[in-house]
C-alpha cells in the first residue's frame, strides 16, 4: 500500500489498501468522464460528471449514492463500502487519473495505450483494491469489463 504518493501504470496495475484506507472517509477520483458501480446484490448503473444516469444508483443506508459525483470528482462512500461489489471509473483517452483518500494519500493511473485509462475499484472481504488498466476506445467502455447495467423504471414520470 503506498504511504502517501504512488502511480499506478502498466508495470505496477494493482494496489490494495489497508483496513483503515478502505473503511474512512471518501475514495476521490479525479479526472473521471464516466463512473460505472456494481452493489454486491448486482444493481448497477453509471453517471457522468454532468449527472447523466444510466441504470440504477445505489444508495447506501445512509441515504447517499454509494458511488456518484460531487462536482467533477467522482466518490466512492467507503462507510459502505462493502455494499459495494465494484466500481469502473473511466477518463480521457490517453489520460490520466487521481485518486485521493482521507488521508491524503494520492495514486495517479495512467495507461499504456490510445484509449481511455479506467481505474477498477473491487471490494474483496472489505478491502478495496485499485487496479489501472487502458481499454479500448468505445463508448460501451463498462461492456468491456464485464458490466450490465440495470434496467432503470421511472414510476414518478408516468412511463413505468
Known amino acids: 500500500m503506498p504511504s502517501r504518493l504512488a502511480e499506478l ?8 489498501l489497508d483496513v483503515l484506507r478502505s473503511s474512512i472517509g471518501s475514495l476521490l ?3 473521471v468522464e464516466t ?5 454486491v446484490t448486482g444493481v448497477s448503473g ?3 460528471p454532468a449527472g447523466d444516469v444510466v441504470g440504477t444508483v445505489v444508495a447506501t443506508s445512509g441515504n447517499r449514492p454509494l458511488v456518484g459525483f460531487d462536482g467533477r470528482l467522482a466518490v466512492v462512500t467507503l462507510r459502505h463500502v462493502r455494499e459495494l461489489r465494484r466500481a469502473l471509473f473511466v477518463g480521457a ?4 487519473l487521481g485518486v485521493r483518500l482521507f488521508d491524503g494519500t494520492t495514486i495517479t493511473a495512467t495507461g499504456d495505450g490510445p484509449g481511455p485509462v479506467v481505474v477498477l475499484v473491487l471490494v ?3 478491502l478495496v483494491e485499485i487496479r489501472v488498466a487502458t481499454a479500448a476506445a468505445s463508448p460501451e467502455v463498462h461492456a468491456e469489463f ?3 447495467l440495470t434496467r ?3 414510476f414518478h414520470s408516468g412511463n413505468g
Open 146 to 148: 464485464g458490466f450490465e
Open 93 to 96: 483517452p490517453a489520460g490520466s
Open 124 to 126: 474483496i472481504d472489505g
Open 35 to 39: 463512473a460505472v458501480w456494481e452493489s
Open 9 to 16: 501504470d502498466a508495470e505496477n496495475p494493482v494496489v490494495r
Open 152 to 154: 432503470r423504471f421511472d
Open 46 to 48: 453509471s453517471e457522468t
Open 29 to 31: 477520483v479525479d479526472g
